[in-house]
C-alpha cells in the first residue's frame, strides 16, 4: 500500500543535543509538510517542500531546519532541542498544493 | 488570515447517541477536508468536500460543504466507542497567501462512552 512513514515512532533525546526525524513515502507526491502537534492541539506547520522549494512559515523557530535529498525522503533537524519542542511531529504529503493531505503515524519526541 | 472555528471543543455522549460537529469561517475555501486522530497517531483523511453544498457519506458519517463554501458539518449518527478521538477540520485554497497550506479548526475530542 502506498504510504506515509516516519521513523522512529519514539524518540528521547536530551536537552541540547540535536536529533533528526525522518520520513519517507511511497505516493510520489510533490509536496512534503512537517508539523508540529502538542497535546490534542491541531497541528502547526513548521515547513513544506513544494518539490526541491523549500518554504519556511514565518514562526518556525530556527532551530528547526529540514532536508529533502529526493522525492521520497524527507527530514527535520532539531539542532538544540528544548522542552518545549516536546511534541509529536508529523509528516504530510500531498499530490500538488491545494489538494488533500495524507498524514504519517507521528513521532513522538521527548527531551530530557 | 483565515480562520476555521470548530466547535464544541468537547463532546462527550453515550453509545447510541447522534452528534454533529461544525465548522465555520467567514473565509471561502476552495476544499475542505475531516481528519480523526485516535491518541498517539496521525490524522486519517476521513472525506474531502470541493462543491457548495455537497454532502458525503461515509458509512454512519455524513459530511455537509455549505452553499457558500465557508462552512461545514460532521454528523455521526449512533455513534460507537470505535468513533472515539480528535475529529479535525481543515480547509485549503487553490490560490492566496495560503495557497498549498491547511487551516484547521481547533479540534473537537470525542468520547463515546459504552
Known amino acids: 500500500d502506498a504510504m506515509v512513514i516516519q521513523n522512529p515512532r519514539y524518540q528521547v533525546t536530551q536537552f541540547g543535543k540535536p536529533v533528526t526525524l525522518s520520513c519517507s513515502q511511497t505516493?510520489?507526491?510533490?509536496?512534503m509538510y512537517w508539523y508540529q502537534q502538542k497535546s490534542s492541539q491541531a497541528p502547526k506547520l513548521l515547513f513544506h517542500y513544494y518539490d526541491k522549494d523549500f518554504n519556511n512559515e514565518a514562526d518556525t523557530p530556527d532551530n528547526f531546519q529540514s532536508r529533502r535529498p529526493n522525492t521520497s525522503f524527507c527530514f527535520l533537524d532539531i539542532r538544540s532541542p528544548g522542552l518545549g519542542d516536546a511534541a509529536m511531529y508529523l509528516c504530510?504529503?500531498?499530490?500538488?498544493?491545494?489538494?488533500?493531505?495524507?498524514f504519517g503515524p507521528g513521532t513522538r519526541l521527548t527531551v530530557l | 488570515t483565515q480562520l476555521l472555528e470548530q466547535s464544541p471543543q468537547f463532546l462527550s455522549i453515550q453509545e447510541g447517541e447522534n452528534l454533529t460537529v461544525y465548522c465555520n469561517s467567514s473565509s471561502v475555501f476552495s476544499s475542505l477536508q475531516w481528519y480523526r486522530q485516535e491518541p498517539g497517531e496521525g490524522p486519517v483523511l476521513l472525506v474531502t468536500v470541493v462543491t457548495g453544498g455537497e454532502v458525503k457519506k461515509l458509512k454512519r458519517l455524513t459530511f455537509q460543504f455549505g452553499d457558500a463554501r465557508k462552512d461545514s458539518s460532521l454528523h455521526i449518527t449512533a455513534a460507537q466507542t470505535g468513533d472515539t478521538g480528535l475529529y479535525l477540520c481543515a480547509g485549503s485554497n487553490a490560490g492566496g497567501t495560503s495557497y498549498g497550506k491547511l487551516t484547521f479548526g481547533q479540534g473537537t475530542i470525542l468520547t463515546v462512552h459504552p
Open positions: 504530510a504529503t500531498s499530490r500538488d498544493r491545494a489538494f488533500e493531505q495524507f
Open positions: 505516493l510520489n507526491h510533490n509536496v
